[in-house]
Every structure is written in structure tokens, then in C-alpha cells.
């Protein structure tokens, strides 16, 4: 049975079929996050657990069976990846350095995919976030800071033809940390990182004409972010080493 | 006396492709590879034009997509004349050129003026590779196609999706960067976004063809000419949706 199950995993064609349902799945999904907005704009603030305590079945559904498809795709990739390595490995003295660097790239890339796809589930499930509207001394508090915003700043284009264009949005922030006060500035584009947290300039709406540009400041704890911006610019860099070779060798090189 | 404005040089260009085009079907193929790369030419004026339309630089709007897959359709077809293996099959992307081009005539856009969140370099570098990536992906749909129609006996569409899927996921790790500066998450629950990562799945699918015995080439062309379409209705869907009837 477990010899069955664990050949059923490790079969490319269910990942290929995955592959195929998952992208059917995030085609109807986006159909719903496009007809509700609001809904799933939330998705992107709250933990997945608090979000879908909020929501029936009737809009969440898809987000349930996209989990259940991604769950499946992990095991079929991490049985994959396994079956390959164990190959591998035992059959390394028939490799030089170079086409064993090849051949072992492709696991290697999964392995970096398990990261990101792991980064993800820790995202949706772990992140704190915190959003604040930028007013003069406002305060928030975010275990283990408090963030205060003293004013807001915006920098307008010169040139006649851009005139009351922002260039730039910009709050200086008092930050008390465990070890002392700091002052910062944040900009749209440049985020404030302390003891972990990051906090982000965004603006709230769009402006109207006479009226100054409203602000608010995004507070984010998210320990997958690392692994998802990791793993991805490694799967990347594996691509480029591995697929110009792959494709010579195709191509009859 | 006749004067066009710069912003009727993509005219000029879609009038040079169309011209390639009328060459390339009457089997005239120098005259109609020097119309190609003169309304490459033009394609790339007009192009730089929307960057320094607001006299400082805005160089998202140099890489707007439904200007800018001609473009880049015309650079692949351009640089693969140049290869002798592909020379042959190269002039006939002209027509998905001349299809990518009627679109954005039709649907026209706006030069966007600069806010603070764009014109940076990461989302240059996001729009610029991801536009690249959907040319790739319409040029394997392309060879898919001829292929299928007995037009080539090389499954050449096969190096486009590959190299397409690489540089989809490059973009998509340049736009997580600059969506977590920005907007403070490397992924949004959005309709873009959901779609963009379709869009991956897809083409993750179309690779993992190659180590599976059950599908051969002539599916696989299939598979390639079907994300052709599920490309163009994932890049296009913005402009066609949101910008339809709005114009210039």
C-alpha cells in the first residue's frame, strides 16, 4: 500500500495534472477576487485562519481547494525530488563534477520550490500586520515597537507640465524599540526594517484634485518572506545554469 | 503640411508591419524584412517617445505591454533571422506582429504620468521581462502552430516556452520585490496576481511534458499553441477589460 501511494506521489504526470488543475483553480479564483474585491483584499491583512472565520464556504471554497492542490503538489514534489536525489547520489562516481552540477540542478530547484511554497503556508498563516492612516503624532503600537508618525511630506514635480505631480511621499517616525528611541523616515518605496518588523508607506485612495495625497503606514511581521524571496531567486539562478545546457544538448550540441 | 505627432509613430510602425506582412505573403521576403526593420525602428522611436513624453524620464511607459509586444516580437524575429536555423521559420512571426499590433490600435493607452511607486527600476525590470516572457510564449504558440500544420518539421516552440518560463519567473521574483516595497507583500490575493501565477502553473505544467513518456512532440506543440491563447488572455485582459473603449 505504502509502496503504491509513494509511486502514485512520485509520478510526473500527477504533476503535471496538478499543475493543470491548480491553474484552472487560480483562473476561477481570480474571477472571485475581481467580482469580491473587498473580501479578498482582506486575505492580504489577516491570517488565514482569522480571514475564513469571517467567510462562508460559498466564497472561500476555491481557497480551500487550492490548499488541498498545493498540499498535494508539496508531497508529489518532495517524493519526486527524493526518488531523484537517492538516484543520484548512487550513481554519482558515473558523473564528472560538471554534469553531476547538471543533473543534480533540477532537485535542487525543487527543493528551492518546497522553500517558497513553505514561505507561503508560514505567510498566510503566521504574518501580523497592522495598517495605520498617517495623521500628526499618531501612534501604533506593534509588540515589540511603537511607531509614531510626526507629519507627512510629499515632494512635487518642477516641470510645468507635472505641476501638483507627487515625486515622492515621505513620514519621519519616532520607533521605540527594547533598546532605545530611533528616529526614521519612510517613503512610498522604502520601508523602515527594526527587530524584524517592517514598516511600509502605502498611499489610502486616490487623491482628489485641491487635496493633499492621504498616507497610511503598513506594519508587517512576515517570516516567510524570506524563504519566498530566497527560494525563488535561487530556482531562478538554477534555471539560467541549467536549461542554456539542457537546450544546446536538445538542440543537437 | 503633412506633420504626424509622436504619438502617431506606432501608427507608422503597425503600417510598416502590416507592409512586411502583404511582402511576406507574396514570398517577397527581403522587401518584406526591410519593412520589419523599419517598423522596428519606428516601433522603438515611438517607444522611447512614451518614456520622455513628460520630459523627465518615466520609464514604465517605455514598456508598456500592448505597445511593447510588438516590439519584442519584432526583436525575436529579427534576431532569429539572424540564426540560420530559425532564419527560415523567423519572417512569418510578421503575422502575430501585425495581431499584436491591430490590438493595440484598437485598445489604445495612455502615457501614464510618474508616481512615486513606478518608474523605478524594478518595475522597469518587471514589465520589460515579463513582456519579453508573453513574446516568447506567443512566438513557441506560433512554431507550436506551424508545427502542427506541417509548416516546419522542427519543434522549435519547445527553446521559446522553456525560455519564456525562465524569464516569466525572473519578472516574477523582480515584481515580488517591488510589490513587498511598495505594498508590503511579495504576493496579493488579486485578480493580477492569482493570474500571474496561473500563468506559471501553466508553463510549469508545459516543462514537466519532457520527462513524461506518455506525451510526444505533436502534444506537446498542441500544449504550446493552446498558451498562446491562455498568454493573451491573461496579458490582454487588463487592457481589454479595464482600458476597452477608453482611448489615448
Same mark, same amino acid.
Given at each position: 500500500?505504502?509502496?503504491?501511494?509513494?509511486?502514485?506521489?512520485?509520478?510526473?504526470?500527477?504533476?503535471?495534472?496538478?499543475?493543470?488543475?491548480?491553474?484552472?483553480?487560480?483562473?476561477?479564483?481570480?474571477?472571485?477576487?475581481?467580482?469580491?474585491? !473587498?473580501?479578498?483584499?482582506?486575505?492580504?491583512?489577516?491570517?488565514?485562519?482569522?480571514?475564513?472565520?469571517?467567510?462562508?464556504?460559498? !466564497?472561500?471554497?476555491?481557497?480551500?481547494?487550492?490548499?488541498?492542490?498545493?498540499?498535494?503538489?508539496?508531497?508529489?514534489?518532495?517524493?519526486?525530488?527524493?526518488?531523484?536525489?537517492?538516484?543520484?547520489?548512487?550513481?554519482?562516481? !558515473?558523473?564528472?563534477?560538471?554534469?553531476?552540477?547538471?543533473?543534480?540542478?533540477?532537485?535542487?530547484?525543487?527543493?528551492?520550490?518546497?522553500?517558497?511554497?513553505?514561505?507561503?503556508?508560514?505567510?498566510?498563516?503566521?504574518?501580523?500586520?497592522?495598517?495605520?492612516?498617517?495623521?500628526?503624532?499618531?501612534?501604533?503600537?506593534?509588540?515589540?515597537?511603537?511607531?509614531?508618525?510626526?507629519?507627512?511630506?510629499?515632494?512635487?514635480?518642477? !516641470?510645468?507640465?507635472?505641476?501638483?505631480?507627487?515625486?515622492?511621499?515621505?513620514?519621519?517616525?519616532?520607533?521605540?524599540?527594547?533598546?532605545?528611541?530611533?528616529?526614521?523616515?519612510?517613503?512610498?518605496?522604502?520601508?523602515?526594517?527594526?527587530?524584524?518588523?517592517?514598516?511600509?508607506?502605502?498611499?489610502?485612495?486616490?487623491?482628489?484634485?485641491?487635496?493633499?495625497?492621504?498616507?497610511?503606514?503598513?506594519?508587517?511581521?512576515?517570516?516567510?518572506?524570506?524563504?519566498?524571496?530566497?527560494?525563488?531567486?535561487?530556482?531562478?539562478?538554477?534555471?539560467?545554469?541549467?536549461?542554456?545546457?539542457?537546450?544546446?544538448?536538445?538542440?543537437?550540441? | 503640411?503633412?506633420?504626424?505627432?509622436?504619438?502617431?509613430?506606432?501608427?507608422? =510602425?503597425?503600417?510598416?508591419?502590416?507592409?512586411?506582412?502583404?511582402?511576406?505573403?507574396?514570398?517577397?521576403?527581403?522587401?518584406?524584412?526591410?519593412?520589419?526593420?523599419?517598423?522596428?525602428?519606428?516601433?522603438?522611436?515611438?517607444?522611447?517617445?512614451?518614456?520622455?513624453?513628460?520630459?523627465?524620464?518615466?520609464?514604465?511607459?517605455?514598456?508598456?505591454?500592448?505597445?511593447?509586444?510588438?516590439?519584442?516580437?519584432?526583436?525575436?524575429?529579427?534576431?532569429?533571422?539572424?540564426?540560420?536555423?530559425?532564419?527560415?521559420?523567423?519572417?512569418?512571426?510578421?503575422?502575430?506582429?501585425?495581431?499584436?499590433? =491591430?490590438?493595440?490600435?484598437?485598445?489604445?493607452?495612455?502615457?501614464?504620468?510618474?508616481?512615486?511607486?513606478?518608474?523605478?527600476?524594478?518595475?522597469?525590470?518587471?514589465?520589460?521581462?515579463?513582456?519579453?516572457?508573453?513574446?516568447?510564449?506567443?512566438?513557441?504558440?506560433?512554431?507550436?502552430?506551424?508545427?502542427?500544420?506541417k509548416r516546419t518539421e522542427d519543434p522549435f516552440f519547445d527553446s521559446f516556452a522553456v525560455w519564456g518560463f525562465v524569464?516569466?519567473?525572473?519578472?516574477?521574483?523582480?515584481?515580488?520585490?517591488?510589490?513587498?516595497?511598495?505594498?508590503?507583500?511579495?504576493?496579493?490575493?488579486?485578480?493580477?496576481?492569482?493570474?500571474?501565477?496561473?500563468?506559471?502553473?501553466?508553463?510549469?505544467?508545459?516543462?514537466?511534458?519532457?520527462?513524461?513518456?506518455?506525451?510526444?512532440?505533436?502534444?506537446?506543440?498542441?500544449?504550446?499553441?493552446?498558451?498562446?491563447?491562455?498568454?493573451?488572455?491573461?496579458?490582454?485582459?487588463?487592457?481589454?477589460?479595464?482600458?476597452?473603449?477608453?482611448?489615448?
Amino acid at each position: 500500500m505504502l509502496k503504491f501511494l509513494w509511486k502514485f506521489l512520485g509520478d510526473v504526470n500527477l504533476t503535471i495534472w496538478l499543475l493543470l488543475a491548480i491553474t484552472l483553480n487560480l483562473v476561477i479564483g481570480s474571477r472571485y477576487a475581481k467580482q469580491f474585491r !473587498e473580501i479578498f483584499n482582506q486575505l492580504n491583512y489577516l491570517r488565514f485562519q482569522d480571514w475564513v472565520a469571517k467567510h462562508t464556504l460559498a !466564497e472561500s471554497w476555491w481557497v480551500w481547494l487550492l490548499l488541498f492542490l498545493l498540499v498535494l503538489f508539496a508531497l508529489n514534489t518532495a517524493v519526486c525530488t527524493t526518488d531523484r536525489l537517492f538516484l543520484l547520489v548512487k550513481r554519482r562516481k !558515473e558523473y564528472g563534477f560538471t554534469p553531476f552540477v547538471l543533473a543534480i540542478a533540477p532537485s535542487l530547484m525543487h527543493l528551492c520550490f518546497l522553500v517558497v511554497i513553505a514561505g507561503h503556508a508560514i505567510s498566510l498563516f503566521s504574518v501580523q500586520v497592522r495598517q495605520m492612516p498617517v495623521t500628526p503624532n499618531a501612534v501604533m503600537t506593534f509588540p515589540p515597537l511603537s511607531i509614531t508618525a510626526r507629519d507627512q511630506r510629499s515632494v512635487y514635480w518642477s !516641470e510645468p507640465k507635472l505641476a501638483g505631480v507627487a515625486r515622492q511621499h515621505s513620514v519621519p517616525l519616532v520607533v521605540t524599540t527594547p533598546a532605545g528611541t530611533v528616529s526614521d523616515e519612510v517613503a512610498i518605496l522604502e520601508p523602515v526594517f527594526r527587530d524584524g518588523v517592517s514598516i511600509h508607506l502605502d498611499t489610502a485612495g486616490k487623491a482628489k484634485p485641491g487635496e493633499a495625497q492621504r498616507l497610511k503606514l503598513i506594519v508587517k511581521h512576515d517570516p516567510g518572506l524570506y524563504p519566498i524571496l530566497i527560494g525563488n531567486a535561487l530556482i531562478c539562478l538554477l534555471m539560467l545554469l541549467y536549461f542554456p545546457s539542457v537546450l544546446k544538448n536538445r538542440n543537437g550540441g | 503640411m503633412f506633420s504626424i505627432s509622436p504619438l502617431q509613430w506606432f501608427t507608422v =510602425a503597425a503600417c510598416l508591419y502590416g507592409g512586411s506582412l502583404f511582402f511576406f505573403l507574396l514570398k517577397r521576403e527581403k522587401v518584406s524584412l526591410i519593412l520589419l526593420l523599419s517598423g522596428f525602428a519606428v516601433n522603438t522611436a515611438y517607444q522611447l517617445y512614451r518614456g520622455w513624453h513628460y520630459v523627465i524620464p518615466t520609464s514604465d511607459n517605455m514598456v508598456t505591454e500592448i505597445y511593447f509586444i510588438p516590439w519584442c516580437l519584432a526583436f525575436l524575429a529579427l534576431g532569429l533571422r539572424l540564426r540560420k536555423k530559425y532564419s527560415g521559420a523567423a519572417l512569418s512571426i510578421v503575422l502575430p506582429i501585425c495581431f499584436f499590433t =491591430a490590438i493595440a490600435l484598437i485598445f489604445p493607452t495612455v502615457v501614464v504620468p510618474p508616481d512615486p511607486k513606478h518608474n523605478v527600476f524594478l518595475s522597469t525590470l518587471f514589465f520589460w521581462i515579463e513582456s519579453m516572457a508573453h513574446a516568447c510564449f506567443f512566438v513557441a504558440g506560433w512554431f507550436g502552430l506551424l508545427f502542427l500544420l506541417k509548416r516546419t518539421e522542427d519543434p522549435f516552440f519547445d527553446s521559446f516556452a522553456v525560455w519564456g518560463f525562465v524569464l516569466y519567473s525572473i519578472a516574477q521574483i523582480a515584481g515580488a520585490v517591488w510589490c513587498y516595497l511598495g505594498w508590503a507583500a511579495p504576493f496579493n490575493w488579486s485578480e493580477k496576481h492569482l493570474l500571474s501565477a496561473a500563468l506559471w502553473c501553466f508553463y510549469c505544467a508545459y516543462l514537466h511534458l519532457n520527462f513524461s513518456t506518455r506525451w510526444n512532440v505533436r502534444e506537446k506543440s498542441w500544449f504550446a499553441f493552446t498558451g498562446l491563447w491562455v498568454t493573451f488572455a491573461i496579458a490582454y485582459n487588463y487592457y481589454i477589460h479595464y482600458l476597452g473603449g477608453k482611448g489615448a
